[in-house]
């Protein structure tokens, strides 16, 4: 695809940013989605209560879950936030590109599609660790 002038190429860019942002926050939605449902502790969680009795370690499971669920929540209204962002970009990009929208947004689905795949190969890995960290 051939970009005919600067505002094209920025609408581009800034699209693809967006996007990429986007698939982001729906890995971060997935990985902690996972973790929740197989009762994993992610490492970023840094939550501490002193003590080892029963207590203490249903305390520890119940402010994990929480934190979770409010992770989850914050990465929810960002998602929201992006897609606005997107739908305008994309209505934008096909008043500026006159017909040829689809073929840039083919050629930015290619560009981000590797990004993506090591993200979620990472995490699988990430996930991996923390199942046998658990055991």
């Not at 502790?41 to 499971?61: A, E, L, V």
């Not at 560009?111 to 995490?123: A, C, G, P, S």
Request: charged residues 30%.
């Amino acid at each position: 695809m051939k970009i005919i002038n600067a505002q094209q190429a920025k609408i581009s860019n800034i699209y693809k940013n967006t996007r990429l942002k986007l698939l982001k926050t729906n890995v971060a939605i997935w990985f902690n989605k996972t973790c929740k449902m197989k009762v994993l502790k992610p490492d970023y969680f840094n939550i501490r209560i002193n003590g080892n009795t029963p207590q203490d370690r249903k305390m520890t499971r119940y402010a994990t879950r929480f934190r979770i669920d409010q992770e989850i929540q914050f990465l929810r209204r960002k998602k929201q936030h992006f897609n606005k962002q997107l739908y305008h970009l994309h209505l934008e990009g096909a008043w500026q590109h006159n017909g040829m929208w689809q073929h840039a947004i083919n050629n930015i689905d290619e560009q981000i599609n590797w990004v993506m795949e090591r993200k979620y190969f990472i995490l699988n890995k990430k996930l991996d660790k923390l199942l046998t960290k658990k055991k």
